[in-house]
């Protein structure tokens, strides 16, 4: 039986479920997630391995948008250059949210010259009759094939994924059988930490969020210490990042130790510092701390 492997980008606007569409087909949780748009921020890839049959290699690409900021910039940067060299383009929106952005990214992409197809997320959440009336209007839409999921439950995970495979070349194994992420794991303990403050901080303080490592030093076998200082653009952000005798900070702390001692099979002494880095988000050498860095 021949092996199959290949490269698949996953687009759209933000806040489709693309990373949460991606942990699914991984099995394992590479890409953080939250209800806020433009979680994403870097091109994160995924890899999913079915010994002696498939690997694909997921690249889940942040939110198209306007960018704002040079932080956007790079951001729709990341999507650009996912997009080079794939063998299949995933275009994702939500079925309980399609406007007019989505249907433009729909057929702005459909120009793209590899196998596509559209992927209608969260359909638990949608009558069937307004589900069957968007499968009609994009029937003509210029792509292989339509498939209806819900990536938080699992609903149609599978049978995309056989869709998937089926679309790729025969191929090598790019990967070792065991790898799920090209992501350092510093990198993705940064995601974990981000993550936590995007569930609970209050929406005007996300966006201008950056957490920097400072170190990791494994202290035993059993146990491993980091440091991370969370930036923000704003003296009021600090303070509610810190939150009343440090209660925010200390949540955020400890809801991101569990992940990252899930993801490192090993005890966790974390410790956060919070600072003020005003206009980051436009600063290049503040991007390039914080690891957004294009390297083209």
């Known amino acids: 039986m021949a ?69 956007g910039e790079y951001m729709i940067n990341s999507v650009k250059e996912s997009l080079k060299g794939i063998d299949v383009l995933i275009v994702m929106v939500d079925v309980t949210a399609v406007g007019k952005h989505d249907r433009s990214i729909i ?10 197809v559209l992927v209608l997320n969260k359909i638990d959440l949608l009558p069937k009759e307004n589900l069957l009336a968007l499968i009609a209007e994009f029937s003509e839409s ?23 495979i089926s679309y790729l070349p025969e191929g090598p194994q790019y990967f070792p059988s065991d790898a799920i992420t090209d992501q350092p794991e510093r990198v993705i303990c940064a995601e974990l930490i981000r993550e936590k403050a995007l569930l609970h901080l209050k929406e005007e303080v996300p966006h201008g969020i950056g957490v920097e490592m400072l170190s990791m030093s494994k202290m035993s076998d059993h146990m491993m210490e980091i440091n991370a200082t969370i ?14 005798q440090g209660s925010m900070l200390k949540r955020i702390g400890q809801e991101a130790r569990l992940d990252i001692e899930a993801l ?8 956060l510092w919070v600072k003020v880095r005003e206009n980051w988000r436009n600063r290049m050498d503040d991007l390039r701390t914080l690891g957004y860095d294009n390297k083209e």
Request: hydrophobic share 35%; net charge positive; with cysteine.
């Open 3 to 71: 092996f199959h492997s290949g490269f698949i980008a996953i687009t759209g606007r933000p806040n489709v479920g693309k990373s949460t569409l991606m942990n699914a087909m991984v099995g394992e949780k590479v890409a953080i997630v939250s209800n806020r748009p433009q979680t994403t921020r870097n091109r994160i890839m995924g890899v999913a391995t079915q010994d002696g049959i498939s690997q694909i290699v997921f690249l889940d690409t942040p939110g198209l948008h306007t960018p704002r900021t040079r932080l």
């Open 107 to 116: 057929a702005d992409m459909s120009a793209q010259k590899v196998k596509k």
């Open 142 to 164: 210029g792509y292989d094939d339509i498939v209806p999921i819900s990536a938080y439950k699992g609903d149609g995970i599978e049978p995309l994924r056989e869709l998937l």
């Open 231 to 244: 930036y923000c653009e704003r003296p009021t952000h600090k303070g509610i990042i810190i939150g009343k």
């Open 264 to 271: 490192l099979g090993m005890r966790v002494h974390l410790q």
